[in-house]
């Protein structure tokens, strides 16, 4: 399954590149898919472009889905005790 990521954008760089952190983690970006990013923006990141601009809240919202569905994952694999 793939899925899109959301991640702030916390530095420009030239090239249509910028670095977004997302739970203490940074990625190098490529943002040619969106136009203008800026710092401080929340946006998707799937295989390494931003391919759509989100708000906060619906940052907070996706990545806490992701981490239930992680926590779901981790727990139906987890050995019998």
Request: net charge negative; proline share 5%; glycine share 6%.
């Amino acid at each position: 399954m793939c899925i899109a990521t959301p991640m702030e954008i916390i530095e420009c760089m030239p090239d249509n590149k910028a670095l977004a952190e997302s739970n203490g983690n940074r990625l190098v970006i490529d943002t040619r898919l969106i136009e203008g990013a800026r710092v401080g923006e929340f946006v998707l990141i799937h295989a390494g472009c931003a391919i759509e601009r989100v708000d906060k809240g619906a940052a907070a919202d996706i990545l806490t889905l992701i981490e239930e569905v992680a926590a779901y994952e981790r727990e139906s694999h987890a050995p019998p005790v």
